[in-house]
């Protein structure tokens, strides 16, 4: 990945980054007192570095990505950015690793939606909104460091 980072054109989603980051995860850590980490992705067309909050939602060592959007008609851009460069950083609390993330489909799918919606209650309520559109749910693998 690169090393710079474009910052994100939402100054919410800007001003949680640099907070998270600059304390670990002690404060930006949260959205509505659930738990976020950090996405550092490179985007699908610029290449840029790109780093965006989503809800923390852990099943073993996986970690789930769901790309709600809050509902909206439209994925958000990190998923553009995920599905070109699968293999991406997740910051959770201190800790930065390396992952590589997988979408998921159909009886996998519906077995992740039910971890998803145990750890974030207003999944249910983004799928109804989205009407028509397929929220997309991405694993987050842990990527063997090579020796």
């Keep these: 990945m690169p090393d710079s ?5 939402s100054k919410r989603v800007r001003d949680q980054v640099t907070l998270y980051e600059a304390t670990d995860g002690r404060q930006g850590g949260t959205l ?35 790309a709600s959007n809050a509902g909206a008609q439209h994925d958000p851009a990190w998923y553009a950015n995920v599905k070109a460069h699968p293999v991406i950083s997740l910051q959770d609390g201190a800790i930065v ?30 799928r109804a909104k989205a ?12 990527v063997e460091e090579e020796r």
């Design 5 to 9: 980072c474009q910052p994100s054109p």
């Design 32 to 66: 509505e007192g659930r738990p976020v980490v950090i996405l550092t992705t490179t985007g699908a067309k610029t290449g840029n570095v790109r780093k965006n909050p989503v809800m923390r939602i852990k099943d073993g060592d996986v970690y789930v990505a769901v």
């Design 97 to 126: 690793r390396r992952v590589r993330a997988r979408e998921v489909f159909g009886e996998e799918k519906s077995r992740w939606w039910l971890v998803a919606e145990r750890d974030w209650p207003h999944f249910p309520e983004y």
């Design 131 to 142: 009407a028509g559109r397929d929220i997309p749910v991405l694993l987050l693998e842990p």
